[in-house]
């Protein structure tokens, strides 16, 4: 795969056009120290930066929720870093999918959501 990126007469990167961002906080009983940010870039994608994590026996997923009707999908799997870059479907309308969430989950073959939410934020921008 080939791709591109922006840079400056100076050399340094451009920052990416963000076109939504919410801060990301502990939920339910998730330690207040947890947080984040995630911001939707002008490439499709959503960049996640999260810290303080309660450790898991099992993986941490990213969702996007509809507030009006809590439908949800997932996104994709933080992993282990602080730092994720997820691709976003084509044709996702983040004015209806305006929450994000990050999840607790277990390697139980259940694609659904755990229930376990330990961040959550509103799109807006």
């Keep these: 795969m080939i791709g591109t990126a922006a840079v400056l007469r100076d050399g340094t990167p451009a920052e990416p056009t963000v076109l939504a ?3 990301l906080a ?3 009983s998730t330690p207040p120290t947890a947080r984040g940010d995630a911001r939707v870039l002008g490439s499709g994608e959503l960049h996640l930066h ?3 994590l309660p450790a898991v026996p099992g993986y941490y997923e990213v969702w996007l929720i509809n507030p009006q009707n809590m439908e949800m999908f997932s996104v994709g799997v ?3 870093g602080s730092d994720v870059l997820l691709p976003l479907p084509p044709n996702v309308d ?6 994000v969430d990050v999840s607790a989950e277990e390697f139980d073959n259940n694609t659904a959501h755990s229930g376990d939410s330990l ?3 509103s799109l807006t921008g």
């Design 21 to 23: 961002s919410a801060p």
């Design 26 to 28: 502990a939920y339910g």
């Design 50 to 52: 999260v810290t303080n």
């Design 78 to 80: 933080l992993g282990d």
């Design 94 to 99: 983040l004015g209806q999918y305006s929450v």
């Design 119 to 121: 961040l959550r934020g």
